[in-house]
Each structure stands twice: as structure tokens, then as C-alpha cells.
């Protein structure tokens, strides 16, 4: 065992001279092909279900469900790679390595079963280690393409508590599919221009080298890098030491060994990149590491990232276990970020930042995407979920405490507790959003059953983030905010290095000595059903409350069960309430009432009588549930009254909450439309961010129900009324971040509903930007470019374009990118869409944001979507492997589809389309969602005509 960590194996040195001395790369390609040491030969390509019996035959229990057999655990990996990112031509980068694996055995048997993808197998060498017999003969070895396994055969049965090694050279492609081992192009270079990083989650560490990939198979890792003497390498850990090869010209980078962890963080990377260091802690060097004209731009989110993990370590009481942090920016991922353990990958726009150049909400999402990963730190690679179906253990924790952090660093650092508000925007960023997704049958549960790794990358949805984070919320609210880190604390513990399920978790949650709640009763209802419920609050008479609870879908014409024996869900909801009599907002979970049956009654003496003027009655207390409330007539009434009369007594998030709970039980047909509507007119007196956000939400929805109809102009005036007085206000007002936040979105909404002193404005700005005396206002470039290239011809949409591709501030990118996609012209927007195929110009995430955005378009919805089906073919090849990308374009598009037409198209594509990849479910959603779409303008046109002919005749509002 140990001669093998002195120098690289012969095989491999033979292997990487060949690519290294050659003119040419396939030399090393045709070892794949080479007789294997030990009789081993190239490998035999088998179907599934032969590859199945071919194991159950060699007395191995056959593989279920995508698992791989259980018989041998992996304890700890030896992996050299070199990326060879040197050709002229990248579509020729490859890369060759070699992987070392020691694994014990648990169980008798007499192969090896690991998975691999797109791997091409050179040479196989098994033995026994601390012994002088070592080797043992390898008879052949099956690759199963379908399952992606790699199952090795031998002459004699592995003994349990004895270990072994396998030794496997390979080679495989290095491709710019941003998944397993990839490259990146750093654009605007000429030399020096690519870097080869990984992306291994969810199922595709095994692209990169054969290994045991899944979350529970964690081992250690030694790694070793080849490179370029020019170029640098990163891993997880720190540099160990570095050898020469090829008289200097190449360096074998060797990297500590790594703490036990899953094969989906091993991370390593090589590219032409320079670093910014500070020292975050005593013992740890926080690093950020980037191209050489991006590195300036990461110094704020690396003084953000160290405190940010100065607080985490604070909080959940467990030093951050590597001994470095680095943070690497490449110019072109699948994701925005990817947690690998001690070196997180980030896309650009993701962490560069420039206060001078970029956005206030670039700054948002930068720091958002940092705290997120580094939560991850400790849930997801310290506390593993045991398999993807528990997915939310790693993300609904990083979700929900990236909000937390942000609030934390950022008061300390200003020493304020009232300009950061971050927290409050949870409800309006992350609940409302996944109540709309969640309200459909085609949902899901959080806590899934998953098999293939098409299942498993379509459960990274806003179910296992949002749905997930929110429900991380109400449990801190139930268990009340001590008692929950107590457990949080405890679960790491328990699990840190290992591997948990939701039980474990919940089990973890329910130690307080003090005694605690049975969380696991009460959080199963929430995690293993679909959907959530609504609690409808009804007075019998004073005093006296009826409350019920129901399942809350979209369109409740839709069945109310969830399976073919009729069973209703039901699930334990923490109700609260609060009245004009106390209007007590900071309730604590002591005041918390559990709703488990499907009525409830409450006396309680100190109620109003709510069929009175004045009086009114509120449940879910700052929305800390995740449920919806519906009252009565009497009691929607009145709460609309009183807003006028007196909003700022309601809680901020509960003005939230009403108006994104009443436009939703609305479409459901739960209550009148009117009575929603009602709730606009409040909104000349509101100069909150929060209930603002919602209202925007909704006002923005409705705009794109009725575009295509004769109301449109109608509600554009009524629209701007609404927003007229808050848009001065803030214009005014140098206030909050939040303030900035709200002028900004409240100019963008006004400009699409061509408010005219958006408009005028917006000309004017970009008029001087056109003559170079100033630049757009950052906050709302997205919204003046929008404006102005609305009625563009193709000339000015030329500029845009030239623009666009010489910026190199990717939030400067972003915002040409949006106003491209406002242009009506349709020689314009097919320009655009020929732009998005053009991969050296526009990059995959890049053109799937342009696409979406273009469908939001709506002169160009039915453009984007025949441009989708005609084309299925090619973007489900080119984000075939893409964790998000082709789930996000297809729920971007059919997102706008609000007409029978158009879902009738969808329903057909999906008749005759039988691949749709990873994108299935997305699928399925855009349908549900695009048939609620139309029925919505179906049943609700007349109501909201006569209701617009009202508001503008008594708000003096001419209609032209």
C-alpha cells in the first residue's frame, strides 16, 4: 500500500508522458482498449437488467433502485488527474487519471460494483492489503451504461473485515457540460483561457474517477493534480507538496488527506488564477481565487465570507473542521455555487461585487450566495443527508440561515438594527414563491423516494430550498428559538462525519430536558405529504371561533385527496391569532393552539365580536406557519377597512401575508376576487418594502393574465394610480436599504406599466448614457434598458449587443441581457434567439436566462416556446447533465402561457414527446399552472372588468 503513494504508477506515468510528449491527445484514448493486468480486457457493455443478473449469479445481492450493493465500504481514495485544458482545439480536451481506492469488506462476496459515467476503463488491479499475496485475479468487469455502474468480477470471495484495494487508470472527456470534471472559458483572453473545475452534485463525481457515489459512502480523500508550471491547482485541503515532471514544464500537486466526506464535495480545479487571502480566524485563511481581472471584485464577499464563518462557528458551536476556506470564481457553472468542503466554486455574478459598478441587488445575491454555501459547511458536509431524498437536511438549513447570517454580519458591521432587515424578507422571497408551486397537484413531498440520477437532480427544486426552509422556520417558532438551536446543535453533533435521515433529525429536535413538542409526529405531516393546508376562521358568535383545516390546492375543481383510497390530509399546524383588541404581533409559541383535526373550536372571552365595524381577528402571527388563512366575509371586510384606516398597527409581514393569502384563495375560488382586489386600495397610503414586494407580486401576475385581453389598458391605469405616491415617496427618501430596494422595484413595475414619468425618465437617463456623460442609475439599468428597447430597431439593439459582449461586470451583462429581451421588433427578437445559440458569445445559463426572459415578453411568447419544441432535441443534449438549467428554462416558458391555445400546444408536445430529461416534472407543473392560467381569465374577466370601471370612476381616472 504504501509504494503506491511514492511515485505515480507506471501506468499512469506511461499515460500522461504520452499525452504530454505527443503532438497528438488519442494516443492515450486507445489504451482503453489495451489488455488489463491480471487478464482483465476491455470492458463489456450490458443492459440493466443482464448486469443485474450477472451479480445476483456471483452470490452479490443485485442492485435496487439506482443503489449500488452494500457489501464493501470505502475508506480511502488516491486520486491524480490531469486535466489537459492545453490544445489549440478545446473540443479535444481530456483528461486521464487514476483512481486507488482501499474499501473493506462488510459482507462475502466476489466483485466490486462502483459507479462510473463516461469513463473509458484502461486497466484494473485488485488486492489484498498487509499481506505479501497480494494480488487477486480479475476475471472481467461490466459497465452498465443505464445505471452507470462499473462491476468488477474476481476468482475468489472478498472476506468480511478484511481490506482490499482497487486500482483503476482511465481516461474521459473534459467537456463544457458544467458537470463531473468540466471547462470553463475565460472570456476576453487569448491565452491561458480555460479552467478545468468539478461539479459533482448530485451523481457526478463518478464523470471524474470510479468511486462509491452516494452521500452515504463517505471516505477519505488524497489528492494529487497535474498542471502546467504556469497554471495553479486547488482542492478541498491544503497543498502537501509539489513534484516536477517533464524537466519543470508540469507539477504533480499533492493535497493533505481530506476529513471523511461524500464523494459529491470532492472538488480540484486548475486554471491561470490569482488569489486574495485574509485571515479569518487565528488558525484559518479565508481565500478567494479568480481570474486576474476578476480578483479586485471577490475582496468584499471574502471580508463578508469570514465573518460570515466567524458567526456560524459561533452559533452552532463547532469550529469549522478544515484547516483553509477558499472560494473559487470561474466564469461558467451549472449553479450559482457549488458547497464542496474547504473550496467553494462560484459562478461570477454570483460573487463579484464592485460598489462602484454593481447593483445593490447584486450585492444581495452575492451575499446570499455565500452565506448559503458556507452554511453548508456544517449542514451538508459536516451532518450528510443519508440519500437524496432528504435532500432539505442540507438545503432548507442553508436556505433559511443565509438570511440569518446576512443579519447578523451585517447589524454588527453598521452597529444598526434598523437599516438590514433581512430576515423579513423571507415570507415575500421565499414562502410566497413555493405556496404558488406548492399549491399544485403536481407537487411534491419534501422527503422523497428516488432511484436514477434523472430523479435525483429533478428533487433540487424549490420544494427541498423553500418549501424546506420554510418549514426550518416554523419548527424554530414552535420549538421557540433556544430549544432549536439546542437541538441543531445536538444533531450536528450526532451526525457530524456521518449520516442522518429525517428521523434522526427530528429525534435530535425533541431532546430539550426541559421537554419539547414530539416533533417527529408533528414535522412527518409536513415532510412526507404534497401540498399544505388552509385554515379557514369563522365566528359562530362572540367569543366563539370554528376553525378548519383543508388541503390548499390552486384549483380546488382538483380532487382533495391524495390517493385512491380518499384519504384527506391532514396535517399539525401551529396556529396563532392576534385582534385589534391586543394586536399582539411578537407572540411566542407558548400562544400556540395545535390544529390536528379538521375542526377545531376555541372559546376565548377577551374576543371582539368581528361582526362589528373596526374589529378584526388575524391568524398566523408574522406568517411563521406554513399555511394560509381564510376568515369570513365579515372578517376580509373589516381587515380591509382597517388598512386604510390604520395599516402600520398590523404587522408588516402579516400586510404581506393577506395580500399574497387573499389573491391565492381567490384563484382558488376560497372567496371573491372583489374582496382581494379590495385590498389595492390600501396601497396609496403603504411605503413598506415587504407588503409592497407582495403587491408587486400580484399586480404583475394579473398584468400577465390579462395582456392578451381588452382589460389590459384598464388595469395599467388603475396600476399606476396604485403606485404613484410610493414611487415619489421613495424616490425621496435616502432612508433603509429596504427604501432602495422598494424604489428600485416599484421604477421597474412602473416602466412596464408605462408610467410616465418612468418613461420620460428612463429616456432621459439613457439618452446622457448614449452620449457617455453619465452612467445608468445601478438599482434600476435593468428597468431604463427595458424601457428604452422596447420600441428599438435592430441598430439600437446592435449597441446593446456590442455592449453586452465587451462588459465585463457581469452585472452590467445582465442588465444589456434584460433590455435585449423587452424589445418588440420581432427581427429583433429573432436575432436574440439566434444570439442564444451561439455558445462562444452566450453561455448556457446565459442564454436559458435570455429565453425565459424573452417568453416574459408577451410579443414573444409564442416565439420562444415554438423555438423550444422545435429544438427539444438539442438543449435537452446540451443541458442534459445540468442540475438546473433545462428544469429552469422549461418552467420559464410555460410560466407564461395563459390561454387554452397554449396550454392545448403544451398538452400535445408533451403527447408526442417521449425524452423530456430532466425537465419531466417541470413539465408537468407548466402544464397544471398554465391550465389554472387559463381558467383564470375565464371565470374572473366580468368580475374584474365591472371592479376596474369602479375603481377608475371613483379615483377620477380616464380611460383612453
Not at 686 to 695: Q, R, T
Request: hydrophobic share 40%.
Amino acid at each position: 500500500m504504501e509504494k503506491k503513494t511514492v511515485v505515480l504508477p507506471t501506468l499512469f506515468v506511461v499515460m500522461f508522458l504520452a499525452v504530454i510528449g505527443s503532438s497528438v491527445l488519442f494516443y492515450y484514448f486507445g489504451l482503453s482498449n489495451a489488455v488489463c493486468h491480471n487478464g482483465t480486457s476491455s470492458s463489456t457493455q450490458v443492459p440493466s437488467t443482464e448486469a443485474a443478473i450477472l451479480i445476483e449469479n456471483n452470490r452479490t445481492v443485485p442492485y435496487h433502485h439506482g443503489r449500488l450493493p452494500r457489501h464493501l465500504k470505502p475508506v480511502l481514495y488516491k486520486i491524480e488527474v490531469f486535466p489537459n485544458i492545453y490544445l489549440k482545439n478545446p473540443d479535444q480536451f481530456s483528461f486521464v487519471g487514476k483512481m486507488w481506492l482501499q474499501f473493506q469488506c462488510l459482507e462475502q462476496g466476489n466483485n466490486i460494483t462502483l459507479n462510473v459515467d463516461q469513463l473509458k476503463i484502461a486497466d484494473i488491479e485488485v488486492g489484498r492489503l498487509n499481506t505479501s499475496q497480494g494480488l487477486i485475479q480479475v476475471l472481467n468487469f461490466a459497465v452498465d451504461t443505464e445505471w452507470q455502474f462499473l462491476t468488477i468480477f474476481i476468482n475468489q470471495d472478498f472476506l468480511p473485515g478484511n481490506n482490499y484495494y482497487v486500482e483503476i487508470n482511465y481516461n474521459g472527456p473534459l467537456k463544457s457540460d458544467y458537470t463531473g470534471l468540466y471547462v470553463s472559458t475565460i472570456p476576453h483572453r487569448t491565452r491561458n483561457q480555460h479552467v478545468a473545475a468539478t461539479q459533482f452534485s448530485p451523481t457526478d463525481a463518478r464523470k471524474a474517477f470510479p468511486c462509491f457515489d452516494e452521500p452515504d459512502r463517505k471516505a477519505r480523500f488524497e489528492i494529487t493534480i497535474i498542471r502546467r508550471a504556469d497554471m495553479v491547482s486547488l482542492s478541498n485541503m491544503p497543498k502537501d507538496s509539489e513534484r516536477r515532471l517533464m524537466s519543470g514544464a508540469f507539477v504533480a500537486d499533492a493535497y493533505q488527506t481530506s476529513p471523511v466526506m461524500s464523494t459529491y464535495l470532492v472538488a480540484f480545479a486548475v486554471g491561470d488564477l490569482s488569489s486574495l487571502s485574509i485571515e479569518a480566524t487565528s488558525v484559518l485563511n479565508f481565500t478567494s481565487w479568480a481570474s486576474i481581472e476578476n480578483i479586485d471584485k471577490t475582496r468584499a464577499m471574502v471580508e463578508f465570507g469570514a465573518n460570515v464563518l466567524k458567526f456560524y462557528e459561533g452559533h452552532f458551536e463547532i469550529p469549522f473542521p478544515l484547516p483553509k476556506q477558499d472560494m473559487l470564481v470561474v466564469p461558467e457553472t451549472a449553479v450559482g455555487a457549488m458547497e464542496n468542503w474547504g473550496l467553494i466554486i462560484f459562478k461570477e455574478d454570483r460573487i463579484c461585487y464592485d460598489d462602484r459598478y454593481y447593483s445593490e441587488f447584486a450585492w444581495m445575491d452575492a451575499m446570499t450566495t455565500v452565506a448559503h454555501e458556507l452554511a453548508h459547511q456544517w449542514f451538508g458536509n459536516l451532518a450528510t443527508p443519508n440519500w437524496w431524498g432528504n435532500l432539505f437536511l442540507k438545503e432548507a438549513f442553508a436556505t433559511y440561515f443565509e438570511l440569518v447570517a446576512m443579519q447578523n454580519v451585517l447589524v454588527a458591521a453598521v452597529n444598526s438594527s434598523d437599516y438590514y432587515n433581512f430576515p423579513d424578507y423571507f415570507t415575500i422571497n421565499t414562502m410566497h414563491p413555493i405556496f404558488e408551486t406548492d399549491g399544485l397537484m403536481t407537487s411534491h413531498p419534501v422527503h422523497m423516494s428516488l432511484s436514477d440520477s434523472t430523479e435525483i437532480k429533478q428533487v433540487f427544486d424549490s420544494i427541498s430550498y423553500l418549501k424546506g426552509a420554510s418549514l426550518i422556520r416554523m419548527m424554530e417558532f414552535f420549538l421557540g428559538p433556544s430549544h432549536f438551536l439546542n437541538g441543531l446543535k445536538l444533531y450536528l453533533q450526532r451526525y457530524e462525519y456521518s449520516n442522518a435521515d429525517h428521523d434522526g433529525f427530528f429525534a435530535s429536535m425533541e431532546s430539550d430536558p426541559k421537554g419539547s413538542p414530539n416533533v417527529g409526529e408533528i414535522m412527518r405531516t409536513w415532510v412526507l405529504q404534497p401540498n399544505y393546508p388552509v385554515v379557514h376562521v369563522t365566528q359562530i358568535r362572540p367569543g366563539y371561533l370554528r376553525i378548519t383545516q383543508s388541503r390548499f390546492l390552486n384549483d380546488l375543481t382538483k380532487t382533495n385527496t391524495t390517493n385512491s383510497t380518499n384519504e384527506k390530509l391532514r396535517w399539525t399546524i401551529p396556529f396563532t391569532y392576534t385582534t385589534d383588541v391586543e394586536a399582539n404581533f411578537t407572540v411566542s409559541n407558548s400562544k400556540i393552539i395545535w390544529l390536528e383535526r379538521e375542526e377545531t373550536f376555541i372559546i376565548d372571552k377577551g374576543l371582539p365580536d368581528l361582526t362589528r365595524d373596526g374589529h378584526w381577528l388575524i391568524g398566523n402571527v408574522q406568517q411563521k406557519g406554513y399555511y394560509r388563512v381564510n376568515y369570513g366575509p365579515d372578517i376580509w371586510g373589516h381587515i380591509a377597512q382597517y388598512l386604510i384606516y390604520d395599516h402600520s398597527r398590523i404587522h408588516k409581514l402579516n400586510r404581506a401575508q393577506i395580500i399574497n393569502d387573499a389573491f391565492s384563495l381567490s384563484k382558488a375560488k376560497l372567496m371573491p376576487l372583489e374582496t382581494a382586489l379590495s385590498l389595492f386600495e390600501y396601497l396609496l397610503f403603504e411605503d413598506d418594502y415587504v407588503p409592497w414586494s407582495a403587491a408587486i407580486s400580484e399586480l404583475k401576475t394579473i398584468a400577465r393574465l390579462v395582456h392578451a385581453t381588452p382589460l389590459d389598458s384598464k388595469f395599467k391605469i388603475f396600476a399606476n394610480n396604485v403606485i404613484k405616491y410610493a414611487l415619489v415617496n421613495s424616490a425621496n427618501s435616502q432612508g433603509t436599504f429596504s427604501n432602495k430596494l422598494l424604489y428600485a422595484k416599484l421604477f421597474a413595475i412602473g416602466c412596464k406599466f408605462l408610467n410616465p414619468s418612468c418613461v420620460t425618465n428612463s429616456r432621459a437617463w439613457y439618452g446622457a448614457f448614449r452620449e457617455r456623460v453619465i452612467p445608468l442609475p445601478l438599482n434600476i439599468r435593468p428597468a431604463i434598458l427595458c424601457t428604452v428597447m422596447k420600441r428599438a430597431n435592430v441598430s439600437e439593439w446592435e449597441f446593446i449587443v456590442g455592449r453586452y459582449n465587451a462588459s465585463l461586470n457581469t452585472d452590467e451583462r445582465q442588465a444589456y441581457l434584460y433590455g435585449m429581451t423587452c424589445a418588440e421588433d420581432p427581427a429583433v427578437q429573432d436575432r436574440l434567439i439566434r444570439l442564444t445559440q451561439d455558445s462562444s458569445t452566450m453561455k448556457g445559463p446565459e442564454a436559458v436566462r435570455a429565453l425565459t426572459d424573452l417568453a416574459a415578453n408577451p410579443t414573444a411568447i409564442d416565439k420562444v416556446w415554438n423555438h423550444l419544441t422545435t429544438n427539444w432535441c438539442h438543449f435537452l443534449e446540451r443541458f442534459a447533465g445540468s442540475l438546473f438549467q433545462l428544469s429552469r428554462l422549461v418552467s420559464g416558458v410555460t410560466a407564461e402561457f395563459t390561454t387554452h391555445e397554449q396550454v392545448a400546444d403544451l398538452k400535445n408536445f408533451l403527447a408526442r414527446t417521449s425524452n423530456l430529461g430532466t425537465a419531466r416534472r417541470a413539465f408537468e407543473q407548466g402544464l397544471e399552472a398554465a391550465r389554472d392560467n387559463a381558467r383564470w381569465v375565464e371565470a374572473h374577466y366580468e368580475t374584474l372588468n365591472t371592479w376596474l370601471y369602479t375603481m377608475l370612476a371613483k379615483h377620477e381616472l380616464v380611460f383612453a
